[in-house]
């Protein structure tokens, strides 16, 4: 099976490496050098996912993201980005790419960036297939997490988590009172596990508490245990 993907990169001989490794392992990829390009080439459709460069010439990765992002359906969107002040917006709602790699990067862990969105989708693929009516939903508290639809909401109200925030939680919740590591949660819901990101996953953190907790400096549901990680509560009181 093909895949299609999209790079949106101007620096020519960046865009042409990542559309030779991507080749290596059956994808096909599209080079777009600026904005214009890239939301003409988008709005065709048919991309399974877009690496994208934050910094172009006619517009900012930023924008494009939302762009993409509006235009409904997932594909997952991997960031490129020199400047690691914009982190919080690019893997924030604001703009919710699903991951990123600052510049420079290198190839072997772009890839497995990469190859671990496409399993992510696979699997999010699948279990829709497996159960198209009847929804699991897990329910906790005020928290009701709606698998088959991707939904969270606290005491009736929906809350717009991003599709990384979503995974985080619903892991959490399937796994009440156990406790996981940094390097364990970077395993099982980011499907990687390099050093030095552990800081990925208390930023996630930072912002799930944010949306979902109501006093988010005395959470209820996503608790951190001290020198070991976090754990989803096993009772809400
Ligand atoms: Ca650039």
Redesign the pocket.
Known sequence: MVRKVLIV???PDIARLVQSHLRDIGCEADIAGDGATATELFAQGGYELVVL?L??PDSDGLTLCRTFREQGGYVPILMLTAKTTELDRVLGLEVGADDYLTKPFSVPELMARIKALFRRVEAVQQSALAEPDSPESIEWGDLRIDSARRRVTVAGSEVELTAREFELLQFFASNPGRVFSRVQLLDRVWGYNHDGYEHTVNSHINRLRSKIEQDPSNPRYVLTVWGVGYKFADRVN
């Open positions: 990169e101007d620096e460069d910094m172009l």
